[in-house]
T-cell receptor, first 109, second 116 residues
Framework: KNEVEQSPQNLTAQEGEFITINCSYS?????LHWLQQHPGGGIVSLFM???GKKKHGRLIATINIQEKHSSLHITASHPRDSAVYICAADPYNTDKLIFGTGTRLQVFP | EAQVTQNPRYLITVTGKKLTVTCSQN?????MSWYRQDPGLGLRQIYY???????DKGDVPEGYKVSRKEKRNFPLILESPSPNQTSLYFC???????????????FGPGTRLLVL
């Protein structure tokens, strides 16, 4: 079992829909990261969370430390949100991130 | 502009021919890292460095070398590339102090490597 699990693996949506991507982890962490990778390949950091909730535009990330679970929400989705979304856990006891395998999102007009 | 640069962006080579992929950051970050990305496997860490002259193995270090002689540069060296090292490679940097959490990572644009 992977230490960081994402669901779903693939997600399709119509423009305007509310999107939720989930990330569960099994290790104690000091932070959790959400990354976005567009089809061109570049990776951008969206959020770093250690508790609660963060919002940036139409993107919202939440984390529940007790339940070892984080969600990434996209409100009013748009075709330009089509990308792979990756969560990464930052464990207490190492200097390395543990990555999920990503969720591929496609938003159709 | 804050950035991580990688060169080359695309590389086709043959088995056994030594190559170096350069990585440079202009943010004075302590932490630098190399990842490879393969379909279905996600991002896997090859090596990382906490600071100058301090490097550690990641999850898949076999067949790779790194060095950190200057804070801004972290080259990835493949002494004798093999076809199973065909992959998409990313360099990243961030603020991080040993024992502390990793702050926002900045990724380079990626290097697509094909080893024939």
């Amino acid at each position: 079992k992977n230490e960081v699990e994402q669901s779903p693996q693939n997600l399709t949506a119509q423009e305007g829909e509310f999107i939720t991507i989930n990330c569960s982890y099994s290790v104690g962490i000091s932070a959790l990261h959400w990354l976005q990778q567009h089809p061109g390949g570049g990776i951008v950091s969206l959020f770093m969370l250690s508790s609660g909730k963060k919002k940036h535009g139409r993107l919202i990330a939440t984390i529940n430390i007790q339940e070892k679970h984080s969600s990434l929400h996209i409100t009013a989705s748009h075709p330009r949100d089509s990308a792979v979304y990756i969560c990464a856990a930052d464990p207490y006891n190492t200097d390395k991130l543990i990555f999920g395998t990503g969720t591929r999102l496609q938003v159709f007009p | 502009e804050a950035q991580v640069t990688q060169n080359p962006r695309y590389l086709i080579t043959v088995t056994g021919k030594k190559l170096t992929v350069t990585c440079s950051q202009n943010m004075n970050h302590e932490y630098m890292s190399w990842y490879r990305q393969d379909p279905g496997l996600g991002l896997r860490q090859i090596y990382y460095s906490m600071n100058v002259e301090v490097t550690d193995k990641g999850d898949v270090p076999e067949g790779y070398k790194v060095s950190r002689k200057e804070k801004r540069n972290f080259p990835l060296i493949l002494e004798s590339p093999s076809p199973n090292q065909t992959s998409l490679y990313f360099c990243a940097s961030s603020l991080r102090y040993r024992g502390g959490r990793q702050e926002t990572q900045y990724f380079g644009p990626g290097t697509r490597l094909l080893v024939l």
